[in-house]
């Protein structure tokens, strides 16, 4: 199959990019990023820059690639990686426009990579629970509701690749937060930090720059892992009760 | 970029108030997009009972300011939700338009429904009608000599008989309609109220109120229009 692309080129974060036209032999069993590396091939036979992608695993389990196709995070199929979408999804002389995740909060590395350095800031802020050190208790001592248990696992197959900020007209990065506040809020092991946990992440994503969620839904429809927005419902319940509830530490810590 | 983004926004703690989060500002705008969605209903209600002839729909315009303690309290309450939910709106819009200064060269719906996309026209293309209404029934200018204050029904047939008049209001009706087929079920993902058993049942309640809004109000330039109501 034939295909022509539009791919996002930009030397560096401060040089100015354009779309260029490529076209490319590929067939069907082709991953979509396998496409990319025959692309690669030619363009590096022809002495020319290579396209940079971001890639990692090539099993839709890492959050590393991804990238707008036709203006669709990861593409046209639901609940899959660009790593995992195939070229069977895509027919011959199909024209398709490969453009970088666009935020004040994700700038451009180089063509079609984004920095997400504010996930892992953000993430820094809260996404984390406090454990001593030691060996692990028994993974059963705690109980743990089923429908809890449930939830929390489907909160925490997020892996942060930033396709919900990506499609989102208001490039929030509320769907990523709702689901890391969500998955350690929903265990008791997160019940200690469960308040500062919503109020610093929220406050972190402020201060990245991310938009304001407008419940628009975007953002679950292109989530490679399905992450609801019923998390973001509760993210906002827990950030408005935290909010109406804070007060500061009236001692300093004892020292065991 | 923190450092860059700290200075930006003037921020580097790490918590944040209520009014300053894009949360807490949704938030405010769900509370008083609840309290603007009541009052349209009850408005409409109030409306419709036109239908009843000129005696019933002037005794009511009377009861209603009536006590004048209880009316302007009303109006304050409704200008105050009208004011903070613009301001948050228009505050949370520059947000959006700092997050991403580089548009998309090609953008595609994967799962977002046209009403919900459309919230910031919608929205003041409401503002605008608003302040022509109040000016068309309420003060009467836009009404001109035919104004007859206290006289609903009078105003009301007067109004709608010029035709350029009835399609402005038919139209900001269907902004309504759009602007409420979201907001209505969106106010209580804001706060918050989010569950597999009710979400659903909320958007079609949405769906319903604002067909019914859309339907209720947009009869009467429509019966007048026909020459139902004279």
Redesign the interface.
Known sequence: MKLKLHVWRQKSAASAGRMVRYEVEANEHMSFLEMLDVLNESLIEKGEEPVAFDHDCREGICGACGFMINGVAHGPMPGTTVCQLHMRHFKDGDELYLEPWRAVAFPVVKDLIVDRGAFDRIIAAGGFVSASTGSAQDANAIPIPKTGADMAMDAAQCIGCGACVAACPNASAALFLSAKVSHLGLLPQGQPERKERALKMVAAANHELFGGCTNIGECEAVCPKHIRLEFIARRNRDFLKASCTFREETAAAGAG | ??TA??A??G????????W????????VMAVTGAILFLFVVGHMLGNLQIYLGQEKLDHYAHAVKSIPALLWGVRLVLLLSVILHIIAATQ?GL??R????????????????YA??T?YWSGPILLAFIIYHILHFTTGQALGPEFREGEVYHNVIVGFSFIPASIVYIIAMLMLGSHLY?GVW?M?????????RY?PLLKKLAAIAAAALVIGNISIPVSVMLGILK
Not at chain 2, 98 to 113: D, L, N
């Open positions: 970029m923190s983004s700290a930006l926004t921020k580097t703690s790490s918590h944040i108030g209520f300053e989060s894009t949360v807490g500002k949704k938030a949370l947000r959006k700092r997050a991403r200064p580089r548009a998309y060269v090609k953008w595609a719906s994967a799962g977002s429904t919900s996309r919230m979201h969106s209580f993902q804001s706060v918050g109220i989010s569950h597999p979400t």
